[in-house]
């Protein structure tokens, strides 16, 4: 079942703008976490942030939580060529198997030169 | 360097013929995780493995089987490939469940 949801689902801007993701879910979380996925390839962890935290950053990357609204935002500051992507958010669940991950449909980011 | 391997990277089967992929790590993580990934779709968990414990999404059809005959190695087994399940299959580990997921490059599967 799927639990985030992106937004927009696709994003075009040029090197230099800054880039802003939303994700909404649905029920309590331990922690939220942010991937990105080149075109064909798998997906590599860009960010965790627990539900006692409410911003965080990584380099360019600056992401925020509000457990209040259900929600977490992903900023990408003077982004590059290299940015574009697809960028998923992740909640963990408990499910009938025990915890895991549960994956937004992404957000296409385009990135022109 | 490469941390999670998948292999094959590219594979064709016909319909109905067994195909396994494989998937090894030297993080040696606890947890393994096998997810199907469709064109512009989000991951799909098919199943993990903690340790030797196997855990089956309840929506996962019977026709994918998973085999972890040690910390380092994973297989997933499709049996009789049907047309819809052409897709991308991704590889992930974690330390312990929840935590940050590493993942292979994936294997693209397509059945003729």
């Known amino acids: 079942s799927q639990q985030g949801e992106e937004d927009p689902q696709a994003l075009s801007i040029q090197e230099g703008e800054n880039a802003t993701m939303n994700c909404s879910y649905k029920?309590?979380?331990?922690?939220l976490q942010w991937y990105r996925q080149n075109s064909g390839r798998g997906l590599v962890h860009l960010i965790l942030?627990?539900?006692?935290?409410r911003e965080k950053h990584s380099g360019r990357l600056r992401v925020t939580l509000d457990t209040s609204k259900k929600s977490s935002s992903l900023l990408i500051t003077a982004s590059r060529a290299a940015d574009t992507a697809s960028y998923f958010c992740?909640?963990?669940?408990?499910?009938?198997?025990?915890?895991?991950?549960?994956f937004g449909k992404g957000t296409s980011l385009l990135v022109t030169p | 360097d490469a941390m999670v391997i998948q292999n094959p990277r590219y594979q064709v089967t016909q319909f109905g013929k067994p195909v396994t992929l494989s998937c090894s790590q030297t993080?040696?993580?606890?947890?393994m995780y096998w997810y199907q990934q469709k064109s512009s779709q989000a991951p799909k968990l098919l199943f993990h493995?903690?340790?030797?414990?196997?855990?089956n999404e309840a929506d996962t059809p019977d026709n994918f089987q998973s085999r972890r005959p040690n910390t380092s190695f994973c297989f997933l087994d499709i049996r009789s490939p049907g047309l819809g399940d052409a897709a991308m299959y991704l590889c992930a580990t974690s330390r312990e469940l929840v935590y940050e997921q590493y993942f292979g490059p994936g294997t693209r599967l397509t059945v003729t």
């Open positions: 493995y903690y340790d030797k414990d196997f855990n």
């Open positions: 942030i627990r539900s006692n935290e």
């Open positions: 993080l040696n993580h606890n947890v």
């Open positions: 992740a909640t963990d669940a408990n499910r009938n198997s025990g915890y895991a991950l549960n």
């Open positions: 029920t309590s979380i331990n922690n």
